[in-house]
């Protein structure tokens, strides 16, 4: 075993203990869906906020949810089911690209997978006149978690409603199939987590800063709608107490904080897919990982299958905070590949 001199080791502690300092003054911000990727795999939150890449393909699962969920929002506003059902339709149409079709399945049969849903899901509520009326339709949230952390959470929420006598959060997902333990995964869920905390801490600032009182989400309300043949629908409710907020925070301060010194330890020099490892645990959790090829084998070619991620609200949520351009925003020119 070699023996590690004293005076280079303190210096390798002293440098390290330098560039932890050093990382914890810069900002970062995330949402939840970058912070999924971190710790679902860090190597494809890398391809996506490092490497600036994003699958040129898209599976129909998540495009009917995001349009389905678009045309609701919009039903809910006040406009009429029909205007409902043309905006979610526009939507996954622009989702489809040129070639009018997903993955999966073309743009019709996913037209009329949507076309479906809409009208059954608001005549199923309407009947039980549990039809949602939306405080707000759209609220953007960026606040910092704890104090004094540098660390903060992004995030945009599009439907509130008063229900049980409090504040909640509504959210649509779609489903293949009615499974109640679908529906166990929201007792934990960082998203719903996430958006309780961020609305809160937001609409408290904002009601104090007109004198008001604090404000506090109780938790979401969960729509799920099930693409079934005939369209099935089920409706829970989810809370966070204060102490599982209090949790949240805490945990993500500390995945925060690591992906901040992972970012800093990149800058430094270090080789991004030592820093940011793979999880090969998830390459087929959600179907195919649509960057498993490239992890494969990263080569100038394959790299040529994807697009180049745009700029988000995460992004210009740093550049309006520090005047800065975010360390993980897409840049003109960007890396090349190597080799491997």
């Not at 608001?122 to 606040?143: D, K």
């Not at 089920?234 to 209090?246: A, G, H, I, P, S």
């Amino acid at each position: 075993m070699i023996q590690v001199p004293d005076s280079i080791a303190r210096a390798v502690a002293s440098l390290w203990a330098a560039m932890l300092k050093e990382a914890m003054k810069t900002p970062i911000i995330m949402n939840q869906s970058s912070y999924k990727d971190f710790m679902n795999c860090q190597r494809l939150y890398g391809w996506k906020r490092l490497e600036n890449l994003s699958p040129i393909g898209r599976r129909s699962a998540l495009e009917i949810g995001t349009a389905t969920h678009a045309g609701l929002a919009h039903i809910h506003s006040g406009y009429t089911v029909q205007e409902g059902v043309e905006l979610a339709i526009k939507k996954l149409t622009e989702r489809a690209g040129p070639r009018l079709a997903f993955e999966d399945k073309d743009l019709p049969e996913a037209e009329e997978i949507v076309k479906t849903l809409l009208p059954a899901y608001v005549a199923h509520y309407e009947q039980t006149g549990e039809l949602w009326t939306p405080l707000n339709q759209e609220i953007q949230f960026m606040v910092e978690v704890g104090d004094d952390t540098n660390v903060y959470l992004r995030g945009k929420a599009d439907n509130l409603s008063t229900a049980k006598g409090g504040l909640y959060l509504v959210d649509y997902k779609t489903a293949a199939k009615n499974d109640p333990r679908d529906l166990l995964k929201y007792e934990l869920d960082v998203q719903l987590s996430a958006y309780i905390y961020g609305l809160t801490k937001h609409m408290t600032m904002e009601s104090i800063a007109r004198g008001g009182e604090p404000v506090f989400i109780r938790g979401a309300i969960i729509d799920v709608l099930v693409k079934t043949k005939v369209p099935q629908f089920v409706r829970d409710f989810f809370t966070r107490t204060l102490e599982e907020l209090q949790e949240f925070e805490r945990e993500w301060v500390e995945i925060n904080n690591r992906i901040r010194v992972q970012h800093a330890r990149v800058a430094a020099g270090e080789d991004w897919k030592v820093v940011f490892p793979r999880n090969t645990e998830h390459c087929f959790r959600y179907g195919t990982c649509p960057f498993r090829d490239i992890c494969l084998k990263d080569t100038e070619v394959r790299r040529a299958l994807y697009n180049k991620r745009e700029t988000d609200y995460v992004d210009e949520a740093y550049a309006a905070l520090t005047g800065e351009v975010s360390p993980s925003a897409p840049q003109e020119n960007p890396s090349t590949a190597q080799e491997k």
